[in-house]
């Protein structure tokens, strides 16, 4: 009856019905697995990959239970996608704005082990322009971890990196939480940066409450990052979070070049939505102020389709 009502789309029903056959028998893998499915299903991350690691501990050559406890995190692409992308930066002190525009493709790879994001983009400071091209992957490692890789190349560029590799490893722990360390070597025109991250994270149900900490070694001292940023998952993709920090952002909302500029007090909040199951829609909004400084807003929209 469970199995019914969640293919039926009611979920609610689907959780009644496991958890009574959970009351009669605790140990029925069939039963956890169907309710930490429907909990995967709901955004609700923590629960979920708590009822689907008993199931595979109950039943370890069960593919379909080990696949789904795999499959139990935000980074997951099962379907190839297309995002159009574009951000733009205003500036207290007079400057020209700064702007950028990218497109990227998103698809799955290696028996859909990892997801691969092809994109290319250009950006407009002060009169000038970069191109960059660039390869992003997530694949799954080991047991509860997967990698972030970044390569990233604009080799005439005036102030982007020229290169840019970052590597960074995430660990999940207690079926609840989750760790990351990783490293980036950035090139710029007469510099070289290298930031060592570190970050933690936790799954409560829908909310997802994160730390996130970079040390960067821009050539006139060691300059620290940090941040603390919240989401709130509404299915297994869509969500809205919030950050707060003192530094540089990151690298997904600042430009990568902002390493090099003075820390900054800053705050931001955006949405990730997927409309009508193949519309993806991405926007954030972000104020940052550097002490004694400039301050700037950025208002970021990305568009996207899923195939």
């Given amino acids: 009856m469970a199995d019914l009502a969640s293919w039926k789309g009611d ?3 689907s959780l009644v019905y496991a958890r009574q056959a959970l009351d009669l028998d605790p140990n029925h893998a069939g039963a956890l697995f169907r309710t930490g499915t429907v909990l995967l299903w709901q955004g609700n991350y923590g629960q979920a990959r708590g009822y689907l690691t008993r199931a595979v501990e109950l039943e370890p050559r069960n593919k379909d239970f080990i ?3 795999a499959n139990a995190a935000p980074l997951f692409a099962r379907r190839a996608e297309i995002w159009l992308s574009g951000r733009n930066e205003h500036w207290s002190d007079g400057r020209s704005d700064y702007s950028d525009l990218g497109m990227s493709v998103l698809f799955s790879a290696f028996s859909d082990r990892a997801k691969v994001l092809v994109k290319a983009g250009r950006s407009w400071r002060a009169g000038g322009d970069d191109d960059q091209v660039g390869l992003e992957a997530y694949p799954h490692l080991w047991k509860g971890a997967y990698a972030y890789l970044d390569l990233s190349l604009a080799p005439k560029a005036e102030f982007i990196p020229s290169s840019s590799v970052h590597v ?3 660990q999940s ?5 989750e760790a990351s360390l990783g490293v980036r070597r950035m090139s710029f025109p007469g510099a070289g940066v290298t930031v060592l991250a570190a ?3 936790g799954y409560w149900g829908p909310w997802y409450p994160s730390v996130r900490v970079h040390w960067a070694d821009v050539g006139t001292g060691t300059e620290l990052t940090w941040m603390a940023g ?3 998952y509404f299915s297994d993709s869509s969500y809205a979070w919030a950050d707060i920090g003192r530094g540089s952002r990151s690298f997904e909302t600042g430009p990568v070049e902002e390493i090099l500029a003075q820390p900054a007090w800053f705050f931001e909040a955006g949405f990730d939505l997927y409309l009508l199951r ?3 829609l991405r926007g954030y909004a972000s104020r940052r102020k550097e002490t004694g400084g400039p301050a700037s807003t950025s208002l970021a929209l990305v568009v996207g389709y899923r195939f």
């Fill in 11 to 13: 979920y609610d029903a």
């Fill in 67 to 69: 696949r789904a406890l």
């Fill in 168 to 170: 960074e490893v995430y």
């Fill in 173 to 177: 722990f207690l079926t609840r939480f």
């Fill in 199 to 201: 970050s933690a994270a």
């Fill in 230 to 232: 919240l989401r709130r």
């Fill in 278 to 280: 193949t519309i993806k």
